[in-house]
Every structure is written in C-alpha cells, then in structure tokens.
C-alpha cells in the first residue's frame, strides 16, 4: 500500500474506539489500526484569554480540536516517548472529501491501571502534575495531557501512555504552566470541539 | 537572548526501546475478536460500528454510523 489509501484497502467493518477514532484490528501484525473520524485530529492543549475582573486571572486552559499536522507532530513526539509506539499508515478519503489519517499501534494487553497509580508512574519521572491527568516536567519541558485511565495500561511493573498528549508548552502555555505549578494550583481543562458531530 | 529561540533540549523517554521491545513480546495471543472485546472491556462500553463501507456512485466509500 501507498500513504494515499482507497476505502478497498481498508476492512468493510470498524468499531468505534474512543472519541476520535475508528479502530480495527490487523491480526497478521497484532496491531490497531487507527482512522480519524469527523475530520476531527485528535485535540491540541493551550490556553485562551476570559472575560474576568481585574482580581482574576484571564488565562484559561484548553484542549483544542488539533490541525492534521499537530496531530502529526504529536504522535511523532509520541514516538519519542515510547519508542516504536506510533507507525503512520497513510492517509484516505473516506468519502464527501473528509480526510482521515491512518495509523497504526501495537495491541496491548489492557491490564486497567487507576488514576493514583498513573499520578504516581509520572511522580516518578519528574513530573509535577497541573491538572486532571496532565503531567509537566520542566528539565525536559516536556508535558503530557490527557493521561487518564483510558489513555494509559499497566504491563508488568510499568504503564505505557499510548493514547496521551504530550506537548513542548511555549509562550504564554508555558509561563500559565510554571505560574501555576509555583502556586501549588491545579487547573481544570476545558475540552473546546467546534466541528459538528455526524 | 528571547526565550522562543532557545533550542528546545530533547525529550527524556518514557519507556526505553528495550523497555518496550519486552512489553510487547510478553503479550498473550489473541484473536481479533478476544482483541476488540478487551477494548470494550477497557472503555466500559459496548465495541459500537464505527464507518461501514458502501458504494456511492459505484465508487467504495466509508459511510459514517
């Protein structure tokens, strides 16, 4: 197969996966495939400016609906990660000119893990925690979002984050993160998804 | 110096090649089946269809749920 993908190299029947994709399962390579759906790439941290009075601080944290190249770029650092983690398999039109990108990861054994285990996984990395299942470590300046117990499984005596957002905060992310970890807050993300749901 | 110009330092792994390489080869065999029973386990839902795929003017296409 090319990067460019017809509907006929891909199987006539998918399941739903989480929020963003379709899923199916190759079982000559064990892997999941994985089709972004509703033109929707996965979700983007930030932070955006409110309407505050003047005690308040204005900056709000965002998850926003992500370009297909930050979608790109975040499964790239993803791979950086966790090594070999992320394969792109191509890219298809689905149909009605919607673009659906297509990647592919190895199937896990989906031992649950809870959320203090998680806190405690990246505790041990370095990590400081700044919100609900986001992570930041700054000798790396590294964070990663979205890390709850859908997104991360156990494998022996580690977790593996296969379904996180990691991110290099910049700018005014990146000073709203350290404001906030110097005063020992947590912030709460706002998911922000514009494109209508089918 | 401006800060968006200092070089980003590279990324400490979360999981080393090697780390990974045994995760991965310790797996249980499954069939597709058993395999997405477990994500349905594991997303506390039912497995729903996601696209199916159809023909539209004689051309295959995916159509959404």
């Given at each position: 197969?090319?990067?460019?993908?017809?509907?006929?190299?891909?199987?006539?029947?998918?399941?739903?996966?989480?929020?963003?994709?379709?899923?199916?399962?190759?079982?000559?390579?064990?892997?999941?495939?994985?089709?972004?759906?509703?033109?929707?790439?996965?979700?983007?941290?930030?932070?955006?400016?409110?309407?505050?009075?003047?005690?308040?601080?204005?900056?709000?944290?965002?998850?926003?609906?992500?370009?297909?190249?930050?979608?790109?770029e975040r499964l790239d650092l993803h791979n950086s990660l966790v090594p070999g983690l992320n394969a792109l398999e191509g890219v298809v039109e689905p149909g009605e000119g919607e673009l659906a990108i297509v990647t592919?990861?190895?199937?896990?054994?989906?031992?649950?893990v809870t959320a203090a285990e998680i806190d405690a996984w990246f505790g041990g990395l370095g990590f400081r925690k700044v919100a609900e299942a986001a992570y930041y470590r700054a000798a790396d300046n590294l964070g990663?979002?979205?890390?709850?117990?859908?997104?991360?499984?156990?494998?022996?005596?580690?977790?593996?984050?296969?379904?996180?957002?990691?991110?290099?905060?910049?700018?005014?992310?990146?000073?709203?993160?350290?404001?906030?970890?110097?005063?020992?807050?947590?912030?709460?993300?706002?998911?922000?998804?514009?494109?209508?749901?089918? | 110096?401006?800060?968006?110009?200092?070089?980003?330092?590279?990324?400490?792994?979360?999981?080393?090649?090697?780390?990974?390489?045994?995760?991965?080869?310790?797996?249980?065999?499954?069939?597709?089946?058993?395999?997405?029973?477990?994500?349905?386990?594991?997303?506390?839902?039912?497995?729903?269809?996601?696209?199916?795929?159809?023909?539209?003017?004689?051309?295959?296409?995916?159509?959404?749920?």
């Open positions: 197969m090319g990067l460019l993908l017809r509907p006929d190299d891909l199987p006539a029947k998918v399941v739903r996966g989480g929020q963003e994709h379709d899923l199916f399962h190759d079982s000559a390579r064990d892997r999941f495939l994985k089709v972004t759906r509703d033109g929707i790439f996965g979700l983007s941290p930030g932070i955006e400016l409110a309407l505050v009075s003047a005690h308040e601080d204005a900056r709000r944290f965002h998850l926003w609906e992500a370009t297909p190249l930050e979608y790109l592919s990861q190895p199937r896990f054994d989906l031992a649950p990663v979002f979205d890390a709850h117990d859908k997104n991360v499984v156990r494998a022996g005596d580690t977790l593996v984050p296969f379904d996180v957002i990691p991110c290099r905060p910049g700018g005014g992310f990146l000073r709203f993160i350290e404001d906030t970890l110097a005063l020992g807050h947590s912030v709460q993300a706002v998911r922000r998804v514009t494109t209508p749901r089918k | 110096m401006n800060r968006a110009t200092i070089p980003e330092p590279g990324v400490k792994p979360l999981l080393t090649p090697e780390r990974m390489a045994r995760i991965l080869s310790a797996r249980r065999s499954t069939t597709s089946a058993a395999a997405y029973q477990q994500v349905a386990t594991h997303l506390g839902r039912p497995a729903s269809p996601g696209r199916r795929k159809s023909s539209v003017n004689g051309r295959a296409a995916w159509v959404c749920c």
